[in-house]
T-cell receptor, first 112, second 113 residues
Framework: GQQVMQIPQYQHVQEGEDFTTYCNSSTTLSNIQWYKQRPGGHPVFLIQ?????EVKKQKRLTFQFGEAKKNSSLHITATQTTDVGTYFC????????????FGQGTTLQVKP | NAGVTQTPKFQVLKTGQSMTLQCAQDMNHEYMSWYRQDPGMGLRLIHYSVGAGITDQGEVPNGYNVSRSTTEDFPLRLLSAAPSQTSVYFC????????????FGSGTRLTVV
């Protein structure tokens, strides 16, 4: 079945440093979605990318969707303590948009 | 507009007991899903539904049943609880076009002893 892998599992950075998490799917995705989960909370939707090669920005966050629609990345510029949490990528396989499969997540710790 | 409501928030079960986790959404979303979250394992899909009367298995369906008789409700049944089912369970819903992603409930923390 479809697998979505995310690396790294954990990342500790100093406040102000950049951070990147990578996501790879074993199958072509219909779209890629990114979520953030704060400690003790539930996942919150950040963004969706649909087109091959698409790049979207939200303030200090940059999201990319690969040309083959099998990989994606999230880059945070100049991290802040408010960025702490676990970032998940998720995607439904082509032809089955109701089946959203998540990666294992990358937990970001930011030292002030 | 309450979003996705899960009940109960906490539950302790004895091995072999059965129970139903409730999930309701008031956003008229077509898609609904159940996930379990365990440390280091991310969110694993248990069952999902693309509309009333339609359900399908996810990645880890064994030991769980679902039904979707209405658009609003998507209960998850544990048939005979086992310690391996100790986890945090999340229900989530979305429009079929998914432009706004999935909305998650606040979760149910289940412990099976």
């Amino acid at each position: 079945g479809q697998q979505v892998m995310q690396i790294p599992q954990y990342q500790h950075v100093q406040e102000g440093e950049d951070f990147t998490t990578y996501c790879n799917s074993s199958t072509t995705l219909s779209n890629i979605q990114w979520y953030k989960q704060r400690p003790g909370g539930h996942p919150v939707f950040l963004i969706q990318l649909v087109k091959s090669g698409e790049v979207k920005k939200q303030k200090r966050l940059t999201f990319q969707f690969g040309e083959a629609k099998k990989n994606s990345s999230l880059h945070i510029t100049a991290t802040q303590t408010t960025d702490v949490g676990t970032y998940f990528c998720a995607g439904p396989p082509s032809g089955n948009t109701g089946k959203l499969i998540f990666g294992q997540g990358t937990t970001l710790q930011v030292k002030p | 507009n309450a979003g996705v409501t899960q009940t109960p928030k906490f539950q302790v079960l004895k091995t072999g007991q059965s129970m139903t986790l409730q999930c309701a959404q008031d956003m008229n979303h077509e898609y609904m899903s159940w996930y379990r979250q365990d440390p280091g394992m991310g969110l694993r899909l248990i069952h999902y539904s693309v509309g009333a009367g339609i359900t399908d298995q996810g990645e880890v369906p064994n030991g769980y049943n679902v039904s979707r008789s209405t658009t609003e409700d998507f209960p998850l049944r544990l048939l005979s609880a086992a310690p391996s089912q100790t986890s945090v369970y999340f229900c989530a819903s979305s429009y079929s076009r998914q432009s706004y992603g999935y909305t998650f409930g606040s979760g149910t923390r289940l412990t099976v002893v």
